[in-house]
T-cell receptor
């Protein structure tokens, strides 16, 4: 399977705990995106990488959130001191990095903060 | 501010009939538009796209229409099938995709 892979699929945590999600993009893709989706909303952009460089961060990405893509391959998204409002599906997507192209999404990580 | 809007949260259509999903955008700089389909507990899957230099793009049962002057696009599915039941998102492309809030389509027999 050469699609975008996300782990874990589900994460349940208690408020105040730290969580980390992983995304493995399609191997030849240079760009990697993180989105968040809550019930009744469309995916909301969080951040994206061109290779290992983080090029843009949304204002939605508070200082409790950090994303890395250390070698330009897989990426991690960490949320520190989780809050109930962080409960959402976190989606990762990748693309080749050309203009006007589609993104390929993973199946997401569903986070529930109790 | 919502740059991409889908004003119909849900749509119910009989199998075999046409489904029409609508989307409006506010930023005239957008030049590429996409439709994604999403099943529960899965990531969005690309369906069809259109460049702003075109006003129509067709792929099998799916056709997307773009009206740049009205900043409006629509997705037509004909004939609709029960397997088309899902949430449909339109998205506009800049350096990232900006999504609408989605329309839940239900196709009943």
């Amino acid at each position: 399977d050469t699609g975008v892979s996300q782990n874990p699929r589900h994460k349940i945590t208690k408020r105040g705990q730290n969580v980390t999600f992983r995304c493995d993009p399609i191997s030849e893709h240079n760009r990697l995106y993180w989105y968040r989706q809550t019930l009744g909303q469309g995916p909301e952009f969080l951040t994206y990488f061109q290779n290992e460089a983080q090029l843009e961060k949304s204002r939605l990405l508070s200082d409790r959130f950090s994303a890395e893509r250390p070698k330009g391959s897989f990426s991690t998204l960490e949320i520190q001191r989780t809050e109930q409002g962080d409960s959402a599906m976190y989606l990762c997507a990748s693309s080749e990095g050309r203009a006007n192209e589609k993104l390929f999404f993973g199946s997401g990580t569903q986070l529930s903060v109790l | 501010d919502q740059q991409v809007k889908q004003n119909s949260p849900s749509l119910s259509v009989q199998e075999g009939r046409i489904s029409i999903l609508n989307c409006d955008y506010t930023n005239s700089m957008f030049d590429y538009f996409l439709w994604y389909k999403k099943y529960p507990a899965e990531g969005p899957t690309f369906l069809i796209s259109i460049s702003s230099i075109k006003d129509k793009n067709e792929d099998g049962r799916f056709t997307v229409f773009l009206n740049k002057s009205a900043k409006h696009l629509s997705l037509h599915i004909v004939p609709s099938q029960p397997g088309d039941s899902a949430v449909y998102f339109c998205a506009a492309s800049g350096d990232k995709l900006i999504f609408g809030t989605g329309t839940r389509l239900q196709v009943f027999p």
